[in-house]
């Protein structure tokens, strides 16, 4: 088993990544205040890896609360999160009791803002079974759901006492949701991690083959990463932005195709190369950087051009992400490969050939 | 102008209090991030007092969006808490934009639970403009909405930047709501405040009459009180309980009663007598001790007596209380005047009776 730690001072909590985990009641118990827990997962997950999970925590003597969701990012919403409130307190659940969130992204985010918010805040426990969340959302504690008006607009920063990353469970993974995936790992590569780039370059089929090793060993190294990250700057008032490259140009793609046309890591990955190919046409990368961009990128089996909405809607649609500050478009940029860095200065026209140069 | 300094590290803000302080703007701008603020109000308080805050930013150059919410106790839920998320991203407000709650406890409940989750987290600032607001809801960053199942079951800790009691808006305050502050205002003389008590006996006069001196010291003295507590006890998790003295039984009151019958304030008052009287059947203080409980809580106005709904009602109502741990009933009594204590081995059979010999 491998373990990274959250360095959060009196939040601080530990990622136990390994095979098989969701069925040791050991690696939880020690992190519940009493021994009782509402375990949140979906209509996908459940058939997939409750059980395993229940009979670990009843031979433990934990008492299990279920509340099964709708499955996918459309219940993301203020409906589907009332329906965890409406299970909790029909199970009278109480202050003391751990919300368990067994599922991807959107389980994690889900349940992380409802335990936030129920009674004003209960402990959680995180139990990705994707790779994105494994990698990325299940750290650091953003936790959200949508408005009609906005994806992750209603949420809180909410840290949970454990992640437990079974590499196991991604075995049952969709392979177009692995490979979404490793939009994030790779992402990490690109703004602050060379050598694990380089590792990635070696071990890419080693991944989409799902070998554990690998998976095991690039989710503990993408979770240094972010944890790093998130240790250094909680609440994104600056360096945890760097973890956005993509995301702004991946945004605009997602709400202009409407939600759930294409992956989030689907498009993260063609607002990666857009990144690239701006940071090229302002010269702080060479043109061979972005092609190594667009080279894993393509062999992880992800796209590597966004839709053709025209860069007009696209800087349109880029405005309206929450990470814009006072009008000004804030873009994650690289600076070399490796190294991201924010920039709120590039200028429109070279934002719009950009865009331009990567859509099909 | 008082100054209260609540004590919360990177979180500490002040309180300030005085007569006429909405109209100054310069108490507010040091505390704004961007010239950008969204007032949220309701539609008794805003013809009232939004004109001279709103007269006071312009003047100061500040940027306002206004969002006028119904007026009650029944629309602190998530129908109306979607009205602000709504006006914000109508008005596209921005993660560094301050909300700035104009009303009672209910709006400043609201905007603040707003403001803890609306992009996981905004600036805001309370301006509370009922007494109740001013000695309680305001400080100590408790925010919530209700929910079908309960009470302020979905909320969050969230501290505000600034709160600004403007003694002057009491006058417009109607006699009942002046009132039921006042149960919150002698709750701090009972469990942690002897010498506040008893200048609250000798001034209760003037306060009824509204004269600003009282007003302001009153205010004051339990701001004074409540941010010493929850200084020590942010999350309440200890010593923070003692605030709700009479609570858990006057939350049995509101609940059984349907809310908005009895004013909680009201029900708070009534409760205080029965935590008296159970204190006093458990030897930990005098009759004479409740009597002055009695006298006081009558002197104000408010009830000293609760609805007949039945003992058993009442403690059936007070297990479903959020404050319950593990089952048991866990209650503030009072070990003296002035001292309050925590306790959960009170017998049901003498907190029965002592909901008996309090119901009328
Ligand atoms: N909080 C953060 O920091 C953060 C970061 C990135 C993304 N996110 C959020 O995460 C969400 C996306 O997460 P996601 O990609 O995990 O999507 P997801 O949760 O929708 O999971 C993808 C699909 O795979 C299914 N699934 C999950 N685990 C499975 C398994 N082991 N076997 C088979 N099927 C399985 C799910 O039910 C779903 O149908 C988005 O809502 C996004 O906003 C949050
Ligand atoms: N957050 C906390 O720590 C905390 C503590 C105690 C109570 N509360 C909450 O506070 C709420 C009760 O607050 P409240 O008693 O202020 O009720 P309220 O906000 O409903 O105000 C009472 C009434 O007075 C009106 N009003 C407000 N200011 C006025 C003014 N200056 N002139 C004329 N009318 C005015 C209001 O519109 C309302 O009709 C409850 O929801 C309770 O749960 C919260
Ligand atoms: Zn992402
Ligand atoms: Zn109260």
Same mark, same amino acid.
């Given at each position: 088993?491998?373990t ?6 009196? *939040? ?10 969701l ?34 925590l ?6 299990i ?13 203020? #409906? ?13 659940c ?7 969130? =067994? ?16 009674? *004003? ?9 994707? =790779? ?5 959302s ?23 006492k $454990? ?18 995936? =490793?939009?994030?790992?790779i ?31 690039a ?16 609440t ?6 760097? =973890? ?11 709400? #202009?195709l ?6 989030? #890591? ?15 046409? $302002? #010269? ?23 839709p ?53």
């Amino acid at each position: 088993m491998r373990t990274v730690d959250v360095a959060l001072g009196n *939040r601080a909590y530990p990622i136990r990544i390994g095979e098989g985990l969701l069925a040791d009641a050991s690696l939880i118990t020690p992190h519940l205040r009493t021994r009782r827990v509402a375990i949140v997962s979906n209509e996908i997950v459940a058939p997939l890896h409750l059980s395993a999970l229940r009979a670990g925590l009843l031979a433990a003597g934990v008492d299990i609360t279920e509340i099964i969701l709708p499955d996918g990012e459309s219940y993301k919403d203020w #409906g589907t999160l009332n329906l965890i409130y409406d299970g909790l307190l029909a199970a009278r659940c109480e202050r003391s009791t751990t919300l368990i969130a =067994l599922g991807g992204g959107v389980i994690g985010d889900m349940v992380g803002f409802a335990a936030a918010t129920y009674q *004003r805040g209960v402990p959680f426990i995180q139990i990705p079974t994707t =790779l994105l969340s494994q990698v990325d959302s299940s750290v650091g504690g953003k936790t959200a759901i949508n408005h009609p008006l906005g994806k992750n607009m209603i949420g809180a920063f909410y840290q949970p006492k $454990l992640v437990l990353a079974d590499i196991n469970s991604l075995q049952t993974l969709p392979l177009r949701e692995l490979q979404a995936g =490793l939009a994030e790992v790779i992402k990490y590569g690109f703004i602050r991690d060379l050598p694990f780039l380089d590792w990635l370059e070696d071990n890419l089929d080693a991944l989409l083959a799902r070998d554990p090793e690998a998976l095991g060993y690039a989710v503990e190294r993408s979770c240094l990463n972010k944890a790093e990250v998130v240790a250094a700057d909680e609440t994104e008032q600056g360096e945890r932005a760097l =973890l956005n490259l993509g995301h702004t140009f991946g945004h605009a793609i997602e709400t #202009g195709l409407g939600f759930g046309v294409w992956l989030h #890591g689907e498009a993260v990955a063609a607002g990666m190369v857009m990144a690239a190919e701006l940071s090229a046409r $302002l #010269g702080m990368i060479h043109s061979a950087d972005v092609a190594r961009v667009r080279r894993i990128t393509e062999r992880a089996g992800l796209p590597v051009q966004g839709p053709k909405l025209g860069a007009e809607r696209y800087i349109e649609l880029m405005r309206h992400d929450k990470k814009v500050e006072e009008g000004r478009l804030r873009l994650i940029l690289l600076q070399a490969v490796g190294q991201g860095v924010i920039r709120d200065s590039a200028p429109l026209v070279d934002i719009a050939a950009a865009i331009d140069s990567c859509c099909a």
